[in-house]
C-alpha cells in the first residue's frame, strides 16, 4: 500500500514535468577564485547554487563551471576551508553569468553551505541546528585506513570507540549518547541521498567477540564532504530512523573542463608495540621449609602453617613472543580516478585496490572499490545525476577475545613455563605432561598456536550503492528534485576447520563447515519541490514539500555440517550434524514533510517544518508518527544597531527544538509463529510454536531535542567558536517484559513505556594563528562533554514497576532509573595495607578485623563505558611546500571492566599482582582478593586517556620533480596513527571493547589492542 502511495505521487509529478518542460531558460555560471593579497588561484573551492543541488570544484587554475543555472537571480555560496565563506547574488541571463571571488583567509562558517533533508542546500546562517561539516580536504588520507578513522575526533558530539587492533574490526559510534534501551543507538547513515545499510555486528559467525563493520565499507578516497546532523533538532525531517542522527556524505563529482587525472600508492606497516604481560609463577617455601610451587598472593596470606613465607624465585613467558606469531604487518593501496566533461555531461571516474596484512597471520583485509558518478544536462531545466559505488571485499577473521583458540587470549591465560625441552623437568607443577615442543606455554598444552590459524573465518562482501537524481527547475523560484537509489549488498560468511589440523576434541578433528549467505537491501526514493518567494525587498519566503519511501530488508540463510571430508572445503564434503536455518525481515517506511522558512534582511531566519511517517513495524493500532521542528537564527553582528567591538566580527545566536525516532524491530508488533519438527509415533511431523506474542499498540520511540548555540568570529574572522547545548528526551522507548507462563505464549514482549535523557555541551574553536605567505599556522580544537541518565523504566499494563535489569559481563552493568544505561554496578572495594607489608591479605575471611579489604554492602554505581568528556586537538603548520598536521584525543569520564585482569589474576593466578604483590601494586591485590570471592568491582577501572592518533607530514615536490614523472603535481606524504597513549589504565589499551559494536556491553576480556601504522603515500596528478 504505502509502495503504490508512492509511486502515485511520483507519476503525477512526472506529468507535471513533462508539460512544463519547455518553460523557463538556463545560463551557465563561471568564474575564477583567488585568495586575497597573495592573489593566487584557489583550487578545490565547493561553489554551490544556493537552494538547490548544483555546484562545482575550481581546478588547479582556480576555475569553476556551473551549467544549468536558471536564469534570474541566484545566490552563489564559495567555501573552502580555512577561508572565509562568499556567497553574492547574480544575474544569470541566456548567455551565462560571470562570477568570480576573492576568498579572505578565515575560521568563520557561517555561509558554508549544507545539504538538507529535501536535498537542496542551504547556508549555515539559515539553519537554527548545530550541523557539524568535516572538509573532507582537510583529512590527510594517508593517515587513515578506515571511514570510522575518518570519522573519529573530528567534530564535537560524535564519538567513535575502536574496539580492537584487528583489520576489519567494528566501531561503535554515538551522537550526543544513547537514546535507547532496546533498539540500535548507531547514526542513520546516507550517501548522496541514498540510506546505507549501517547494521552493527555483522556477521552471524563469533569469533569471540570481534564483528566487522558496514561503516566501514566507504572508502575515504571518494569522500568530498561529510555533514553530521547530530540530534532530533536537526534531523526530524529525516523522520523514522533520525533519531540517533544522520552522517550524511557527498561523493566526489566530475567538473567541466580538461579531463584531470589523479593517481597515489601507498606502502604502510602495521606493528604491535604493545607491552604484553608475562604470565608469573612464584616458587617458595613456608616457615618450615616445605617448598611451594605457587607461591602467589593467596598462599602467601593464609594465615596459616600452610602459607608461602618467603619467595625464592619467579619465572615468566610470554606465549605470544616466544612463539614468534606476531609479525611485522603490510599495508597496501593503488588508486586512480579521472573527472572532466563538458557543459552537457561530467563524470568522475575512480578505482581503488587495498591490501592489508594485520600482524595475526589469520587476519588480513583485501578490497576494491569502483565508483563512477556522471552529471548529465538532459535539458536546460532539467539534471540527471547518476552514482554508482561498488566493494567487492574479502576479509579473513582471527580467533580473539572470549575464544581459548586466541592468538592473544590464549597466551595471556598461558603459563609461566614453555615446558621446552630441559625446562619440564624444572617446573614440574606447570609442565605436568612433561616436555612439551609446540605450545610455548599458550593456553592448550601439546597444541601448537599456529594450529589455531587453521580455523578459516571469512567474510566476502560484494556491495552495490547507487542512486539517481534529478534536478528540474523550471524557473528561478522553483526547483523540484527526486532521488531513487538502492544499496545492495550480497554477503557471504564462512567457517572452515579441515580435520586433523587442530587435535583439541573430537568435533574438532573432525573438521566442520558452515555457510552463511545474506542479501541485504535498501531502496531509497524521494521527491521533493522547493519554491521561493521574495515578498518583500527584506523578505524572503521559502516552502517545500516532499515525500520519502525506504524499504530495508534482509534474508540470510545458513547451513552448517561436520565431520568433514579431507581435501574438501564444501558444506557437501560433510557427513553429520546437519542444520539449515532461514532468517528474512523486511521493514518500510512512507513519509511525507514540509516546511515553511522565513528570512528577513538574510540575518534572521524562522523555519518550521514537519514530517509524518507510517512505518511498517509500528503495531496495528498506531496509524502515524509525527515529528515536528522548529528553529530560529539571528546573526545579530549584521544588525546596524550592533555594538561595534573591534575583537567581535561575527555573531549569530540560534536556538532549536524538534523530534525524531526510530522504529521497533521486525516482528516486535506481531504475534507469529515458529516452524518445529515434532515427533508424533515416532515420525517427524511438521508443527509449529508461538514464536513472539506481539503488540498492537506498538509505536516508535520519540526523541525531543532543545538545542541552543551561538557562533562567535573574533579578531577579524581569525578565530571562530562555536558552542551548543542540547537537551534530548526520548519517551516511550522500548522495554523488554515478562508475559505470564500461563499465557502460553512467548516469555516476553516489548512495550512503549521508558524515557532516557541525554544532555550536554559541544564547543568548536578554529584559530588561524599566523597566516602569511611563507607560514601558516591553524589550530582546532572540539571539545563536546555529556551526560545520559535512565529516567524511568516505566510500568507494565497492570500498572506494576519495571524492576531494573543487569546485562553486560558477568551482569556488571544495570538498567535503572536514575542512573546512565548500561553503567557498571557493582560492590566497591576498598583497601588498607594495615601491617605494612605490602601485601592485601583476608586471612580470616572478608568482616573480620584482619581482613585487609572490603567489599562494600551493597552494589553502587562505578561509572559509565561512555566517555563524558572528548577534547581533541588538531594542529596543522605549513611552511612552503611542507604542511605538518596532528590529532591529539583526549576522553576522561569513562570506566571499563577489566575482565582480563579477573582472568589473569583471580581465576589463574598468573598476574603481577598476584605473583609478584608489593606495595606498588596494593589496589590491584585487593581488586584479585575481592573477586576471588566473586565481587569484581575492583576490576571497574578508569579508562581515561590521551592518544596521540596522528601525526602526517605532506611535502608537494617542485613541479621540475613532478614533470619527471610526466604529472602536473606531486605530493608525498608519511603519516602515523596510534602513536602514543597515556593512561592509568592497567590493561593494554584502555580503548577496546570484547563486545565490539554492542549497544552497552563493555569489557576488555582478553582484546586485542590497537597496532601502531606507518605508511607513505605520493600521489600524482596528471
Known amino acids: ?22 518553460q523557463g531558460t538556463v545560463g551557465t555560471v563561471s568564474g575564477t577564485i583567488r585568495e586575497r593579497g597573495s592573489e593566487r588561484a584557489i583550487p578545490g573551492v565547493q561553489v554551490r547554487v544556493v537552494g538547490t543541488q548544483r555546484g562545482g570544484l575550481t581546478d588547479a587554475s582556480g576555475v569553476y563551471r556551473i551549467a544549468g543555472v536558471p536564469s534570474g537571480s541566484v545566490t552563489l555560496a564559495a567555501q573552502l576551508l580555512g577561508y572565509a565563506p562568499q556567497s553574492r547574488a547574480v544575474l544569470v541571463g541566456s548567455q551565462g553569468a560571470t562570477a568570480d571571488f576573492i576568498l579572505v583567509p578565515a575560521v568563520t562558517t557561517l555561509d558554508q553551505v549544507v545539504v538538507t533533508a529535501t536535498g537542496q542546500s542551504e547556508r549555515r546562517r539559515e539553519s537554527g541546528a548545530s550541523t557539524s561539516q568535516i572538509d573532507a580536504t582537510q583529512i590527510t588520507t594517508a593517515a587513515v585506513s578506515t571511514f570510522s578513522d575518518a570519522l573519529s575526533s573530528r567534530a564535537p558530539g560524535v564519538v567513535v570507540q575502536t574496539s580492537a587492533g584487528e583489520s576489519g574490526a567494528g566501531t561503535r559510534v554515538r551522537i550526543r549518547g544513547s537514546n535507547s534501551i532496546s533498539l540500535s543507538n548507531e547514526p542513520l547513515l546516507i550517501v548522496d541521498g541514498v540510506r546505507l545499510d549501517n547494521t552493527p555486528e555483522s556477521s552471524p559467525i563469533d569469533v569471540g567477540g570481534q564483528f566487522p563493520s558496514r561503516l566501514n565499507d566507504i572508502n575515504p578516497e571518494e569522500i568530498e564532504s561529510i555533514e553530521v546532523v547530530k540530534g532530533p533538532a536537526a534531523a526530524a525531517l529525516y523522520g523514522t530512523a533520525a533519531a540517533n542522527g544522520v552522517i550524511q556524505i557527498t561523493t566526489k563529482k566530475g567538473r567541466a573542463g580538461k579531463t584531470k587525472w589523479d593517481g597515489f600508492g601507498e606502502l604502510g606497516t602495521l606493528t604491535d608495540v604493545n607491552d604484553y604481560p608475562a604470565n608469573l609463577r612464584s616458587y617458595g617455601h613456608t616457615a618450615a621449609g616445605t617448598l611451594r610451587t605457587n607461591c602467589s598472593l593467596f598462599s602467601r596470606t593464609l594465615g596459616t602453617a600452610g602459607a608461602c613465607t618467603t619467595v625464592d624465585s619467579t619465572i615468566s613467558n610470554i606465549p605470544i613472543k616466544s612463539s614468534g606469531l606476531l609479525q611485522q604487518g ?6 586512480l580516478s579521472v573527472n572532466g566533461g563538458a557543459e552537457a555531461i561530467t563524470y568522475f571516474i575512480a578505482s581503488e585496490y587495498q591490501k592489508e ?37 574479502e576479509l579473513r577473521r582471527p580467533q580473539n577475545d572470549n575464544n581459548s583458540y586466541g592468538v592473544v587470549s590464549a597466551s595471556m591465560l598461558g603459563s609461566a613455563a614453555d615446558c621446552a625441552p630441559g625446562q619440564a623437568t ?8 612433561g616436555t612439551d615442543t609446540v605450545s610455548h606455554g599458550y593456553y592448550n598444552r601439546g597444541l601448537s598456536p599456529y594450529d589455531f590459524l587453521n580455523i578459516d573465518v571469512r567474510q566476502n562482501v560484494q556491495r552495490l550503492t547507487g542512486g539517481l537524481t534529478s534536478n528540474w527547475t523550471p524557473t528561478a523560484w522553483f526547483a523540484m528534485n527526486g532521488t531513487f537509489g538502492a544499496d545492495i549488498n550480497h554477503r557471504a560468511d564462512t567457517q572452515t576447520l579441515p580435520p586433523d589440523v587442530l587435535v583439541v576434541d573430537q568435533p574438532s578433528q573432525e573438521g566442520y563447515r558452515g555457510v552463511y549467505n545474506a542479501n541485504i537491501f535498501n531502496y531509497t526514493a524521494s521527491l521533493n519541490a522547493q519554491a521561493t518567494w521574495n515578498a518583500m525587498p527584506t523578505l524572503k519566503l521559502t516552502t517545500s514539500a516532499g515525500t520519502a519511501y525506504s524499504d530495508e530488508g534482509f534474508h540470510r540463510t545458513d547451513a552448517f555440517g561436520a565431520k568433514l571430508l579431507s581435501g574438501s572445503s564444501s558444506l557437501a564434503g560433510t557427513a553429520a550434524r546437519f542444520s539449515v536455518s532461514e532468517l528474512t525481515n523486511d521493514i518500510r517506511t512512507l513519509g511525507f514533510l514540509g516546511r515553511e522558512q522565513v528570512a528577513w534582511r538574510d540575518r534572521l531566519f524562522l523555519t518550521g517544518s514537519v514530517r509524518t511517517d507510517k512505518n511498517s513495524a509500528f503495531g496495528a493500532n498506531f496509524a502515524r508518527v509525527v515529528y515536528p521542528s522548529v528553529s530560529a537564527s539571528w546573526v545579530a553582528s549584521e544588525e546596524p544597531f550592533f555594538p561595534k567591538i573591534p575583537s567581535l566580527s561575527q555573531l549569530r545566536l540560534r536556538a532549536a527544538v524538534g523530534s525524531s525516532g526510530q522504529n521497533p524491530g521486525y516482528l516486535a508488533a506481531e504475534q507469529y509463529y515458529r516452524p518445529v519438527t515434532s515427533i508424533v509415533q515416532g515420525a517427524d511431523v511438521p508443527a509449529f510454536t508461538i514464536g513472539g506474542a506481539g503488540n498492537n499498540s506498538l509505536k516508535p520511540e520519540k526523541s525531543t531535542e532543545r538545542e541552543l548555540g551561538f557562533d562567535l568570529g573574533l579578531f577579524d574572522d581569525r578565530i571562530s567558536v562555536e558552542y551548543s547545548h542540547y537537551n534530548k528526551l526520548t519517551k516511550d522507548a522500548l522495554v523488554n517484559v515478562n508475559n505470564a507462563p500461563s499465557l502460553g505464549t512467548s516469555p516476553n514482549r516489548f512495550i512503549n513505556v521508558g524515557k532516557v535523557r541525554n544532555w550536554g555541551d559541544e564547543v568548536l574553536l578554529r584559530a588561524a594563528v599566523l597566516q602569511n605567505r611563507l607560514v601558516k599556522v591553524d589550530m582546532t580544537v572540539n571539545g563536546s562533554f555529556t551526560k545520559n541518565n535512565l529516567e524511568d523504566l516505566g510500568s507494565d499494563e497492570a500498572g506494576v514497576a519495571i524492576p531494573q535489569f543487569f546485562g553486560g559481563f558477568d551482569n556488571t552493568q544495570i538498567f535503572r532509573t536514575g542512573v546512565p544505561l548500561g553503567a557498571y554496578w557493582a560492590n566497591a572495594v576498598s583497601y588498607s595495607d594495615a601491617n605494612g607489608d605490602g601485601l592485601i591479605g583476608c586471612p580470616a575471611g572478608p568482616g573480620s578485623p584482619t581482613c585487609e579489604f572490603t567489599v562494600a554492602d551493597s552494589a553502587t554505581l562505578l561509572g559509565t563505558p561512555f566517555p563524558k568528556t572528548e577534547i581533541s586537538f588538531t594542529p596543522s603548520v605549513q611552511l612552503g611546500w611542507a604542511r605538518l598536521t596532528a590529532t591529539l584525543d583526549r576522553r576522561s569520564g569513562q570506566k571499563i571492566y577489566n575482565l582480563t585482569g579477573v582472568y589473569r589474576n583471580a581465576i589463574f593466578a598468573n598476574g603481577e599482582a598476584v605473583q609478584l604483590p608489593n606495595a606498588g601494586n596494593l589496589e590491584r591485590q585487593a581488586a584479585a582478593q575481592a573477586a576471588a570471592l566473586g565481587y569484581n568491582g575492583g576490576y571497574i577501572e578508569d579508562a581515561a586517556f590521551t592518544k596521540l592518533r596522528e601525526v602526517a607530514l605532506s611535502l608537494t615536490l617542485p613541479p621540475r620533480l613532478a614533470a619527471r614523472a610526466g604529472a602536473g603535481s606531486a605530493v608525498l606524504t608519511f ?19 570484547s563486545n565490539a559494536q554492542s549497544n552497552f556491553s563493555t569489557a576488555d576480556f582478553l582484546t586485542a589492542p590497537n597496532v601502531r601504522y606507518f605508511t607513505a603515500r605520493l600521489a600524482l596528478s596528471f
Request: glycine share 6%.
Open 1 to 22: 500500500m504505502m509502495r503504490r502511495t508512492f509511486l502515485s505521487i511520483v507519476a503525477a509529478v512526472l506529468a507535471l514535468a513533462s508539460s512544463a518542460m519547455a
Open 330 to 335: 603490510n599495508r597496501r593501496l593503488l588508486g
Open 357 to 393: 596484512q594485520n600482524v595475526v597471520p589469520s587476519n588480513g583485509l583485501q578490497r576494491m572499490n569502483i565508483r563512477t558518478n556522471v552529471r548529465s544536462q538532459l535539458h536546460r531545466t532539467l539534471d540527471a545525476q547518476l552514482n554508482i559505488g561498488f566493494i567487492n571485499s
Open 426 to 433: 624444572k617446573h614440574a607443577s606447570l609442565c605436568s605432561g
Open 975 to 993: 603519516a602515523g596513527r596510534n602513536l602514543h597513549t597515556w593512561t592509568n589504565y592497567s590493561g593494554l589499551d584502555p580503548e577496546v571493547n
